[in-house]
């Protein structure tokens, strides 16, 4: 059984017809990517999934259809979402941050369980402990970012352009830590602009294209496709 699932999702901002009847699928363990330019509905997906954005057709979460849920229920079924420009609380501490990830979580044994299994990932937070997110590199801030997510220990993680405005040593460091979590046992679906970077990372992938899904496949054969080469890669 898929652990997510989208039967023909049609998204909406106001008037504006943004996805035209996605179908994708997400099974457990694997890292699946959603590639496209700007503008294609990357993170529109994504906010179809979380109960963001307006939408109609199906969402399938571990055999139950979540499309009509509020985006609070989703969160707490085990989805965790990494929003586009990280989102962290800028003048909130690493500290607090991690602990508003946490927020449903009443057992303080288990937060301070989940604040030290994120720094086994990210190292570099434990020095910034009590900084204030704001004052960190953007690299740091990503890195706070899907830590924070960890915290609600989910199924399943939504990235959204984890590599966006980072130094390439940078967007290196992202990417290996979410091959970690992978080989960890963490299920990712990724949008990503790089689409060299996701796919290199990714099991499979789906390519975007003004609001539809215009090609899939195995990520090794997407990045050999001549059509994602000279449109993507070049």
Known sequence: ???????????????????????LTVNPGEIVTLIGSNGAGKSTTLKAICGQAKMTGEVWFA??????????????????????GRKIFPKLTVKENLEMGAFSVKDKKLIKTRIEQAFAYFPRLKERYHQAGGTMSGG??????????????????LLDEPSMGLAPVLVDQIF????????????????????????????RGYVIQTGEIILQDDAARLLANDQIQEAYLA
Not at 63 to 74: D, F, L, N, T
Not at 140 to 157: D, F, K
Not at 176 to 203: F, P, R
Request: glycine fraction near 6%; charged fraction near 15%; charge should be negative.
């Open 1 to 23: 059984m898929s652990m997510l699932e989208l039967k023909k999702v049609h998204a909406y901002y106001g008037a504006i017809h943004a996805l035209h009847g996605i179908t």
């Open 176 to 203: 290996d830590i979410i091959h970690e979590l992978n080989e960890d046992g963490m299920t990712i679906l990724l949008v990503e602009q790089n689409a060299y970077q996701a796919l290199q990372v990714a099991h």
């Open 140 to 157: 740091e801030q990503q890195m706070l970012a899907i830590a924070r997510a960890l915290m609600m220990n989910p199924e399943i993680l």
């Open 63 to 84: 055999g139950k259809e979540i499309s009509s849920w509020q985006p609070h229920r989703i969160a707490g079924s085990g989805i965790a979402h990494v929003p586009e």
